[in-house]
């Protein structure tokens, strides 16, 4: 099947503050997104998220590599009909009112009278702004600014979503109602992409992650994978053995209660130490895999 | 259409930006003139409100085109709006057509507007009717359509400032380009001229596009002449806005 975003070897720079030379931005970028997903681009502040969407969208040209946007060449027009597009930090015509921005929208997609209003009035109760489309941008808080942003990308229906940092400026109804959405279009079949350093969110709802550090992926893929992949360690629960007895079997751990639990680090581990339990007529009341969270992940990455 | 979408949505930000508030002040101060004129000899009166009137229209009508120009194109790109506009199937091209339009259209309002005001109160004043002032206002139309050509080639690669400077120089540099073919003349070293040549060719030749005088004193006009000056504008807007969108292409968008 063909990709929604295929990005191979992309390159960036931009110009020092004499012009003197080139600073190194993005430093080979390879990925795919499939259709159908839900995409997580993850990275630190200055890590080249933004630039790599801006590529994505024509607004920058690579220094190397090429993109494509459902098997179109991104700088071609073709490959910008299908897709919805909400900035950092969007900035909206401050003398329009958010339904006259949706419509202006429309128009550049060339929707006819009939489509634009039908599809002005889904995307506005979509981004839950119904009722408040008659406010002008320049009025609107940051939330409804974002949400607005979010609406104008949605207009045309598009097959493919880029969204950089859409949760922010989002309280946490927001963020749920738009990881809601999210997910709703990701069931009609949508695929979207979407960078974000609020890592519970991502956590929440993607499918595939990508971390970017320094204008170099250093982690990409399913995000089960990423984590189920990385348990950090075991903690058994160990019943039925009293202190002096458990000391003596080799079973230190933390004691709550008349339960001790023992951290363990590896799988054999894991097996000799249930052998033990056994040997003092003890019980495993529970073994846990304690893994890492996308957070312990990111953390680990950016600190190398 | 897409041009015609954003073109739209220029005029409507003209419109809310309070770009007519402009209209006002023209219509204060020639309310004032044609009070003062009529208290002149009735012989004179019509030759010098026509005068006081198209010399202020065509100052007016200038300002609202280099700053609406230069403010609504460099705007979008500074405020980042642009991206909604070029993240969308448009090329750059239809992105320089559709301001162009946009911008085209409210200076027609704009110079419509004072137009029919500048009627209004020369009838009043003197009862009289000159349509021979259509002349000046289409002619002046398309300097209109030059000096914001200008003002979009510069704000798709200048600051605001910058490009308010250059635009207001050419557009005074334009209105004495003829002197250069006198002093052409006088020049004897070869390569002087040819500069000097090249610069009469190159820049806008606004004087072609001035015949305040030859309507208000009622001089002949020819046919050919407003050809040749409609010609040369429709051809000097068409290689601006070419150049302006031969730079936007090359532009990166940060
Ligand atoms: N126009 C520019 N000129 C020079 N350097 C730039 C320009 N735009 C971005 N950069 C640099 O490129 C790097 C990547 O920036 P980018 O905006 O892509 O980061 P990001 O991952 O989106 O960060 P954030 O999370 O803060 O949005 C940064 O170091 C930034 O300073
Ligand atoms: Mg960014």
Known sequence: ?304 | MKILAIARNTFREAVRNKVFYLLLFFGVFFAFSSRFVSMLSVGDQQKVLMDVGLASIHFFSVLVAIFTGINLVYKEIEKKTIYNILSKPITRLEFVLGKFTGLALTLLVALASMALLFFLFLFVTTGSFAPRCLIFFGLLYIELLIITSLSLVFSSFSTPILSSIFTVTLYLVGQVLWTFQEFKTRLHEPFSRYVATALYYLLPNLDKFNVKNEVVMEMELSGGRLLAAAAYGVVYVAALLTLAVVIFRRRELN
């Open chain 1, 1 to 304: 099947m063909m990709a929604a975003i295929e990005i191979q070897g992309l390159e960036k720079s931009y110009p020092s503050t004499f012009g003197t030379r080139r600073i190194p931005v993005l430093r080979g970028i390879n990925l795919t997104v499939e259709p159908g997903q839900i995409y997580g681009f993850l990275g630190p502040n200055g890590a080249g998220k933004t630039t790599t969407i801006k590529c994505m969208l024509g607004l920058l040209r690579p220094d190397r590599g090429n993109i494509r946007l459902l098997g179109r060449d991104s700088n071609s027009l073709e490959s910008r009909r299908h897709l919805g597009f909400l900035p950092e930090n969007p900035y909206f015509y401050e003398y329009l009112t958010i339904r006259e921005l949706l419509g202006f929208t429309g128009r550049l997609f060339g929707m006819s009278p009939a489509e634009r209003k039908r599809r002005v009035e889904e995307v506005l109760r979509q981004v839950g702004l119904w009722g408040r489309e008659e406010t002008k941008l320049g009025k609107c808080s940051k939330g409804m600014i974002q949400r607005a942003g979010l609406a104008q990308a949605l207009v045309q229906d598009p097959e493919v979503l880029i969204l950089d940092e859409p949760f922010s400026g989002l309280d946490p109804v927001g963020r749920k109602e738009l990881r809601d959405l999210v997910l709703s279009l990701k069931h009609s079949g949508r695929t979207i992409f979407f960078s974000s350093h609020i890592l519970q969110d991502m956590e929440l709802m993607v499918d595939r992650v990508a971390i970017i550090i320094n204008g170099r992926l250093v982690r990409e893929g399913h995000l089960d994978e990423l984590i189920s992949r990385s348990v950090r360690h075991y903690e058994l629960v160990v019943e039925g053995v009293d202190e002096k007895a458990a000391a003596r079997a080799g079973l230190s751990g933390e004691r709550r209660d008349n339960r001790t639990i023992i951290r363990v680090e590896t799988l054999e581990e894991v097996n000799s130490k249930i052998r033990a339990v056994q040997s003092v007529s003890g019980r495993i009341a529970a073994m846990i895999p304690v893994k890492l969270t996308l957070e312990d992940i990111f953390m680990r990455e950016v600190g190398k």
